[in-house]
């Protein structure tokens, strides 16, 4: 395993590339041009195909048409591109095609800027197209898991025949970190994932396949959404992921992601020292939310500090978590805004009594 | 009563690739006849069990019921973006697609400008019925000058709804073309005409020749508002002189 300086976007791209990415398109926008522009230089190395769409709906149409041939199939873009892309997503999940689509996220709505942002949790975890339907969705913190996620979201995408949303941001995408590159089998799944059944190869030996989301026979749909609803459920039992940072003994518990998750961390660190008994939850899928984890915390801690870089999107999910048991503090810092360790110690310094005994 | 015609030829037969099925177009509408040529020529070219078929958005949304080979529905617009993905993971396979003009002279401008630009090797079968069937006989943009749509019910005024696009024209000249045909469906003989424009469109995909298309003008008898045989009548003298028939570019 060798050790390489990259940034989250490249680092993407090689995970992309382990995992045996075929195909990609993808249409420029920042903050993640230097993923579109590393696979425009890897893919022809290893026999891939990339296309500079002619835009981002165009972009998930071909990945669309790439992963009914069974090849794995990756898009990238940031905010408005994915909002472009939102029918192509929901076509794919109801034709259960497998799919990796990355969103580094900047600031909106509109245009807004090229900042790093969590604005899009929203669109991301609850739908964003229309229909009944989820995408998984992974939360990286790093560069190093910029591309270990992808490569599970590739195995994800397989083995549950779905769209799977890697939601990074500008910061993960463009901060340089040093990367191990793993081999293929050290991060790999199953060779089982890459045999389909229902691909569309041409009708040689076999009878024709038809791949579609149209249901127009009375309560097929119906039927139809009800297998869509089981997946989910099964995905949610077995897929659910997160790290817990000194949560056990914790009476604050901070919930973040991403970006956000790396700061908290460093926080966490400085208010032990100050005999504050802080933890942090970080959810690594945003859906299948780690609801679990955190109801079972809010049985014992006294409070929850929810810090997100948007006006408070992930929070709604921690409230339903939560459920009453325990107090909630929400801090955000929208449109590209970055909130700072000191900030957020000096927030709960100011807040916090520190209890007695634990400041000998 | 049956008769023995031992010593009569079969000359007339449902294509193999043509399920044996009822459809559900409207009498005398076009659909039905260009699903059925696009399934002699994929017969005569033996290429059934390699054929990858992309259904539209609009009437013809479920030929994946009709046709017998592997195919895919796209959202509306986009099949040329969904063919352009599988035939580069797949170039040996013949991957086409079916639309509408709403479908791609409408929504799906910017794809099929573009896969025809990048001479992406897939075929087009392009219906052009003037109309938005699937929606209740809608203006399309390919709609003639001062036709009657629901949307445009004193009939279509280029001074507010533009002028019926041409297309075909437009991308003719397009160096990433290799064969753009206009023909039509209004008589045995223009049939026949489209019947071999759509099998030299499979020819050229097989000979690695790039983005090739037939529009096959196809009649609505119902939001036209006209007994099968008028439609007919009106394709030849009105449709077919504002979009002239012939091959438009072959390289
Ligand atoms: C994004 C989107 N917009 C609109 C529609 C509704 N819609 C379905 S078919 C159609 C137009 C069909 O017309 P055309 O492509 O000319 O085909 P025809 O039905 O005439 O054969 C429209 C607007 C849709 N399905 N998706
Ligand atoms: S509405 Fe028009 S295009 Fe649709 S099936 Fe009927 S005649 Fe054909």
Same mark, same amino acid.
């Given at each position: 395993?060798?050790?390489?300086?990259m940034?989250?976007n490249?680092?993407c +791209?090689?995970?992309?590339?382990?995992?045996g990415?075929r195909f990609?398109?993808?249409?420029?926008?920042?903050p993640?041009?230097?993923?579109?522009?590393?696979?425009?230089?890897?893919m022809?190395e290893?026999g891939?195909?990339?296309?500079?769409?002619?835009s981002?709906?165009?972009?998930?149409?071909?990945v669309?048409?790439?992963?009914?041939?069974?090849?794995?199939?990756?898009?990238?873009?940031s905010?408005? %591109?994915?909002?472009?892309?939102?029918?192509?997503?929901?076509? &794919?999940?109801?034709?259960?095609?497998?799919?990796?689509?990355?969103?580094?996220?900047?600031?909106g709505?509109g245009?807004?800027? @090229?900042?790093?942002a969590?604005?899009?949790?929203?669109?991301a975890?609850?739908?964003?197209?229309?229909?009944?339907?989820?995408?998984?969705?992974?939360?990286p913190?790093?560069?190093?898991?910029?591309?270990?996620?992808?490569v =599970?979201?590739?195995?994800?995408?397989?083995?549950?025949?779905?769209?799977?949303?890697?939601?990074?941001?500008g =910061?993960?995408?463009? !901060?340089?970190?040093?990367?191990?590159?793993?081999?293929?089998?050290?991060l790999?799944?199953?060779k089982?994932?890459?045999?389909?059944?229902?691909?569309?190869?041409?009708?040689?030996?076999?009878?024709?396949?038809?791949?579609?989301?149209?249901w127009?026979?009375?309560?097929?749909l119906?039927?139809?959404?009800?297998k869509?609803?089981?997946?989910?459920?099964?995905?949610?039992?077995?897929?659910?992921r997160?790290?817990?940072?000194?949560?056990?003994d914790?009476?604050i518990?901070?919930?973040?992601?991403g970006?956000?998750?790396?700061?908290?961390?460093?926080?966490?660190?400085?208010?032990?020292?100050?005999?504050?008994?802080?933890?942090?939850?970080?959810?690594?899928?945003?859906?299948?939310?780690?609801?679990a984890?955190?109801?079972?915390?809010?049985?014992?801690t006294?409070?929850?500090?929810v810090?997100?870089m948007? &006006?408070g999107?992930?929070l709604?999910d921690?409230?339903?978590?939560?459920?009453?048991?325990?107090?909630?503090?929400?801090?955000?810092?929208?449109?590209g805004?970055?909130p700072?360790?000191?900030?957020?110690?000096?927030?709960?310094i100011?807040r916090h009594?520190?209890?007695?005994?634990s400041?000998? | 009563?049956t008769v023995?015609?031992?010593?009569?030829?079969?000359?007339?037969?449902?294509p193999?690739?043509?399920?044996?099925?009822?459809?559900?177009?409207?009498?005398?509408?076009?659909?039905?006849v260009?699903h059925r040529?696009i399934c002699?020529?994929?017969?005569?070219?033996?290429?059934?069990?390699?054929?990858?078929?992309?259904?539209?958005?609009?009437?013809a949304?479920?030929?994946?019921?009709?046709?017998?080979?592997?195919?895919t529905?796209?959202?509306?617009?986009?099949?040329?973006?969904?063919?352009?993905?599988?035939k580069?993971?797949?170039?040996d396979?013949?991957?086409?697609?079916?639309? %509408?003009? +709403?479908? =791609?002279?409408? @929504?799906?401008?910017?794809?099929?400008i573009?896969a025809?630009?990048?001479?992406?090797?897939?075929?087009?079968f392009?219906?052009?019925?003037?109309?938005?069937?699937?929606?209740?006989?809608q !203006?399309?943009p390919?709609?003639l000058?001062?036709?009657?749509?629901?949307?445009?019910?004193h009939?279509?005024?280029a001074?507010?709804?533009?002028?019926?696009?041409?297309?075909?024209e437009?991308?003719?000249?397009?160096?990433?073309?290799?064969? =753009?045909?206009?023909?039509?469906?209004h008589?045995?003989?223009?049939?026949l005409?489209a019947?071999?424009?759509?099998?030299?469109?499979?020819v050229?995909?097989i000979e690695?020749? %790039?983005?090739?298309?037939?529009?096959i003008?196809?009649a609505?008898?119902?939001?036209?508002?006209?007994?099968p045989?008028?439609?007919?009548?009106?394709?030849?003298?009105a449709?077919a002189?504002?979009?002239?028939?012939? @091959?438009?570019?072959?390289?």
């Amino acid at each position: 395993m060798k050790k390489v300086l990259m940034s989250g976007n490249e680092a993407c +791209g090689e995970g992309a590339m382990i995992a045996g990415c075929r195909f990609y398109a993808g249409y420029p926008i920042t903050p993640q041009n230097e993923l579109t522009e590393y696979m425009a230089r890897r893919m022809p190395e290893t026999g891939g195909v990339f296309i500079q769409s002619e835009s981002e709906v165009a972009a998930i149409n071909m990945v669309f048409g790439a992963s009914l041939t069974g090849a794995r199939a990756m898009t990238s873009s940031s905010s408005p %591109g994915i909002s472009l892309k939102q029918e192509g997503i929901s076509y &794919m999940a109801a034709c259960e095609l497998p799919a990796v689509i990355i969103n580094m996220v900047r600031g909106g709505p509109g245009l807004g800027n @090229i900042a790093p942002a969590q604005s899009d949790y929203f669109q991301a975890t609850k739908g964003g197209g229309h229909g009944d339907y989820h995408l998984i969705v992974l939360g990286p913190s790093s560069a190093q898991e910029m591309m270990e996620l992808t490569v =599970l979201a590739f195995d994800l995408a397989d083995k549950y025949r779905t769209p799977v949303l890697i939601l990074g941001d500008g =910061l993960i995408g463009q !901060m340089m970190e040093p990367v191990l590159v793993n081999s293929r089998q050290s991060l790999v799944v199953s060779k089982k994932l890459t045999t389909k059944n229902w691909v569309l190869t041409g009708c040689k030996g076999r009878d024709p396949r038809i791949v579609k989301s149209l249901w127009l026979n009375d309560g097929a749909l119906e039927a139809f959404n009800r297998k869509l609803g089981e997946k989910y459920e099964h995905i949610k039992r077995a897929e659910t992921r997160y790290e817990a940072v000194r949560t056990e003994d914790a009476d604050i518990v901070f919930v973040g992601y991403g970006s956000v998750a790396r700061i908290l961390r460093a926080a966490v660190a400085r208010l032990r020292e100050e005999g504050i008994r802080a933890g942090l939850l970080r959810p690594i899928t945003l859906w299948p939310f780690p609801q679990a984890a955190i109801r079972q915390l809010s049985k014992k801690t006294k409070k929850f500090v929810v810090v997100e870089m948007s &006006m408070g999107q992930m929070l709604e999910d921690v409230e339903l978590a939560v459920a009453g048991n325990a107090k909630i503090e929400f801090y955000g810092r929208p449109g590209g805004g970055i909130p700072h360790e000191e900030e957020i110690y000096q927030r709960v310094i100011a807040r916090h009594k520190v209890p007695k005994q634990s400041k000998k | 009563m049956t008769v023995q015609c031992n010593t009569m030829k079969k000359v007339f037969t449902r294509p193999k690739s043509l399920r044996d099925v009822r459809t559900h177009y409207c009498p005398g509408c076009g659909h039905g006849v260009i699903h059925r040529l696009i399934c002699e020529a994929i017969d005569e070219l033996g290429i059934r069990e390699k054929v990858i078929g992309i259904a539209p958005v609009g009437c013809a949304v479920i030929a994946y019921d009709y046709w017998d080979f592997d195919t895919t529905e796209a959202a509306h617009g986009r099949p040329p973006a969904v063919a352009t993905g599988i035939k580069r993971m797949m170039p040996d396979r013949i991957v086409f697609t079916y639309q %509408g003009d +709403g479908d =791609l002279a409408a @929504i799906g401008t910017a794809e099929i400008i573009h896969a025809a630009n990048r001479g992406e090797n897939i075929s087009v079968f392009f219906v052009n019925n003037g109309t938005y069937g699937m929606t209740g006989g809608q !203006m399309a943009p390919t709609t003639l000058l001062n036709q009657k749509t629901t949307t445009t019910p004193h009939g279509r005024d280029a001074k507010t709804a533009g002028y019926p696009l041409k297309i075909s024209e437009m991308l003719a000249i397009l160096p990433g073309t290799a064969y =753009l045909e206009r023909v039509s469906t209004h008589s045995p003989k223009e049939i026949l005409k489209a019947r071999a424009a759509i099998k030299k469109s499979f020819v050229k995909q097989i000979e690695n020749k %790039g983005f090739s298309m037939v529009e096959i003008l196809s009649a609505c008898p119902t939001y036209w508002k006209m007994s099968p045989q008028e439609a007919v009548r009106h394709m030849e003298k009105a449709v077919a002189s504002y979009y002239p028939l012939g @091959i438009l570019t072959e390289k």
